[in-house]
């Protein structure tokens, strides 16, 4: 019973195109998790823990950690619960991911795309909540 919860958080190969279907959310860029088996930590941005911390080296926006979680989960269709680990639940849309590999542990970093908003990564920085990371944002996500 282990080996197949092993293979549901592996990380999905860089380049590849996946489906997620959000079912949980951690915080403002993520982990989010995918009914179809990956986390995904959304890439290009920034937001801070849930605990308000800001990890050493990474950009620090001033909007609280539950504040950009709770922006994503509205961007994903709204709190559906809470897991007895924390996590809310939510019931979103699948989106199309591109993996750009590992960001650390058994999450994907991954730039998404979810029906009615476009991309994910793009969409949190217009809450305000999170910062647009220049060193993963690979020339994404600039203001017009």
């Known amino acids: 019973m282990l080996f197949p919860l092993l293979l549901a958080a592996a990380v999905v190969p860089n380049g590849q195109t996946f489906a997620c279907t959000p079912t949980r959310v951690w915080d403002g860029d993520g982990p989010i998790w995918c009914r179809e088996g990956a986390h995904v930590r959304l890439a290009g941005i920034a937001a801070r823990e849930i605990d308000n911390s800001c990890r050493p080296g990474q950009p620090c926006p001033r909007a609280s950690g539950p504040a950009a979680r709770d922006a994503l989960v509205r961007l994903l269709g709204g709190p559906r619960g ?15 991911c591109v993996s750009i590999g590992e960001a650390k542990g058994n999450r994907t970093g991954a730039w998404c795309n979810a029906p009615g908003i476009g991309d994910l990564s793009c969409a949190m920085i217009a809450t305000g909540t999170v910062l647009r990371w220049e060193r993963y944002a690979k020339g994404r996500c600039r203001s017009r």
């Open 82 to 96: 809470r897991t007895s680990t924390g996590h809310i639940r939510v019931a979103g849309s699948t989106m199309r």
